[in-house]
């Protein structure tokens, strides 16, 4: 089985631009989570889901959307980038929502 | 108020030894699990132990032992026998069974862990 992959690895965007970051899950994992982990801090919760539906979403804005495809890989789309949004983007594949198996991340950087 | 709160934001630790590292943790859900996990500097989260909040016994995974003491709300992890590639950043996480976002995990803001050769 593979693991959770992420592309691109490393990003730099202008503020006010648009982002689509993407995870390819480990195989057979229904559930996709996104993470944003600012610099020295730990990762938080943005959205999740399940069967290409959100079933879950932590405290971010509308500009963060996502979409998970029907082989199970998703996106997390930024709109209007500010420079707060420069983060590490941690993707995370699960079934049943026990095991978590996370990607190496997208570095995001907004100047 | 923080769900998970990792009190040592660094520490130091001599190759060969065994570490603590604290964490506490709020719920009123009586169902929850904790994770830890170790992020080296690559930035990837790698699973290292998990602990259920109903199980009997504290869980074990090679040298990584999860200290659970449920009335005290915290579970600190132990590292036996440390190695030089043990030095990353170790975070505790709490998933709740409740809620919109159920299944989603609550981080605390970690503690990076320098093992001294």
């Known amino acids: 089985e593979t693991g959770v992959t992420q592309s691109p690895t490393h990003l730099i965007k202008t503020r006010g631009q648009q982002v689509t970051l993407r995870c390819s899950s480990q195989s057979g994992h229904n559930t996709v989570s996104w993470y944003q982990q600012a610099l020295g801090q730990g990762p938080q919760f943005i959205f999740q889901?399940?069967?290409?539906?959100?079933?879950g979403r932590g405290n971010f804005p509308p500009r963060f959307s996502g979409l998970q495809f029907p082989n199970y890989s998703s996106e997390l789309n930024v709109n209007a980038l500010e420079l707060d949004d420069s983060a590490l983007y941690l993707c995370?594949?699960?079934?049943?929502?026990?095991?978590?198996?996370f990607g190496s991340g997208t570095r995001l950087t907004v100047v | 108020a923080q769900k998970i709160t990792q009190t040592q934001p660094g520490m130091f630790v001599q190759e060969k030894e065994a570490v603590t590292l604290d964490c506490t943790y709020d719920t009123s859900d009586p169902s929850y699990g904790l994770f830890w996990y170790k992020q080296p500097s690559s930035g990837e989260m790698i699973f290292l132990i998990y602990?259920?909040?109903?199980?009997?016994q504290n869980a074990t995974e090679g040298r990584y032992s999860l200290n659970f003491q449920k009335a005290r709300k915290s579970a600190n992890l132990v590292i036996s026998a440390s190695q030089l590639g043990d030095s990353a950043m170790y975070f505790c996480a709490m998933r709740e069974h409740y809620g919109g976002s159920q299944g989603n995990l609550i981080f605390g803001k970690g503690t990076k862990l320098s093992v001294k050769p």
């Open positions: 889901y399940y069967r290409e539906e959100e079933n």
């Open positions: 995370a594949s699960s079934l049943a929502s026990y095991g978590y198996t």
């Open positions: 602990q259920g909040s109903y199980d009997q």
